[in-house]
């Protein structure tokens, strides 16, 4: 039987936290051992730390005082690094754990596998997999695209299991506001998330582009890591008039703009999870999605439409059918809540782990 749970990682990430606090809600304890309590740029991008509920906190340990928690462990506990490369310590955590004999497993992303620079990350992952594939007790990776990854580099099927990012659930209701008021009949798509290429904001432009005969408007919300560069593309594809920028906002302002819009749109090049996505479902929006985006495995039917990562005809055509389609109607964005809610809440989550990760026999 698992008395305790062990997660070392970087932050207590909001995107983690939430299963984490099932899982002691549970009756498991669990153990969150971070280096920091929130990096600078995360700050920046408006995460908080989230609320832990009965998690115990430990933050900013030396090794030695890790490997006084790893020796002080039952046989039975469960350690999960998380981001192995990006924890501190990650790496001697997974080695000290092995030789002691302890559960040790990874939770990671999938990497980007473009161009050379992929082919030579493929490689680094092989040869790392020769080293731990034998070794580690399970391996949790965002989404199906991560999963296929971690077993082309030669993990077994057995150790390799799909899972997911989380986020709070929002008390919100379902709202009739309008931030397009001169647009009554137009279809509201959203777009939230930093600007730069990986995000692919540029063929989400080209695509609208061509629909200008289609009733759609776009709001921005996100960084502009290159002041000005996407707003010229919009001017040049015609479509600036459609374009509304508001730039970072805080929560309650993001899920607001996702209970407003008919739809989000997330046209990543590459994207480790894509939490936004858990965002805009929660809120009761459907989403059309890349598939290098981890999040892209939770959609199907009602909840959206996966294409695939750069292939604009195929952008194109989703978004002229959910365009067709016209902006939502309230009891639509209810069952997609309710559906959302069985697979990515945070209970739901939590379950998951419960059985891709604790084994049966401790």
């Known amino acids: 039987m698992v008395k305790t749970i062990y997660f070392w990682q970087n932050i207590p990430s909001p995107h983690q936290v939430p299963y984490q606090r099932e899982l002691a809600e549970m009756g498991y304890r669990v153990v969150l051992v971070v280096d920091l309590e929130m990096l ?9 730390v989230p609320s832990l509920g009965k998690i115990e906190l430990r933050v900013n340990l030396s090794w030695a005082e890790k490997q006084q928690i790893l020796d002080k ?6 350690n999960l690094v998380s981001g192995v490369r990006g924890c501190r310590d990650g790496g001697r955590i997974t080695d000290y754990c092995i030789a002691q004999g302890l559960y040790v497993g990874w939770i990671v992303e999938s990497w980007d596998n473009r161009g050379w620079r992929g082919f030579l990350r493929w490689w680094r992952y092989r040869i790392e997999a020769l080293r731990y594939r034998n070794r580690l007790s399970r391996i949790l990776v965002m989404g199906d695209k991560g999963v296929s990854a971690y077993r082309s ?5 057995s150790l390799v299991k799909r899972f997911g990012y989380v986020v709070d659930a ?5 709202s ?34 061509r629909l200008q005969d289609k009733e759609w408007v776009l709001r921005i919300i996100g960084e502009e890591r290159e002041p000005g560069r996407y707003r010229e593309i919009a001017k040049n ?8 920028w508001e730039g970072v906002q805080n929560k309650i302002r993001v899920y607001d703009a996702l209970m407003a819009a ?7 090049r ?5 939490a936004v996505v858990n965002e805009a479902l929660l809120c009761g929006t459907p989403v059309v999605c890349s598939d290098a985006a981890g999040a892209s495995c939770v959609l199907s039917e009602e909840l959206g439409d996966v294409f695939p990562s750069e292939d604009l005809d195929s952008l194109k055509s989703l978004l002229a059918a959910r365009i067709l389609r016209g902006p939502i109607s309230k009891e639509l964005r209810e069952r997609i809540r309710a559906n959302a809610d069985l697979r990515i809440s945070a209970r739901a989550m939590a379950d998951l782990l419960c059985k891709s990760a604790l084994p049966s026999n401790r």
């Not at 594809?237 to 509304?244: H, P, Q, T, V």
């Not at 008919?262 to 990543?268: E, N």
């Open 237 to 244: 594809l015609g479509i600036a008039d459609r374009l509304l």
């Open 176 to 209: 009739d506001k309008r931030f397009y008021a001169q647009h009554k009949k137009a279809v509201e798509i959203v777009y939230v998330g930093s600007l730069y290429h990986g995000k692919g904001i540029d063929l989400l432009f080209d695509a609208l582009s």
């Open 170 to 174: 929002p008390n919100v209701q379902v």
């Open 73 to 78: 462990e039952d046989l039975g506990d469960i």
């Open 270 to 274: 590459y994207d480790g999870w894509g």
């Open 262 to 268: 008919d739809l989000l749109v997330l046209p990543s």
């Open 153 to 157: 580099v030669g993990y077994s099927d």
């Open 40 to 48: 600078p740029n995360r700050t920046k991008m408006g995460w908080e």
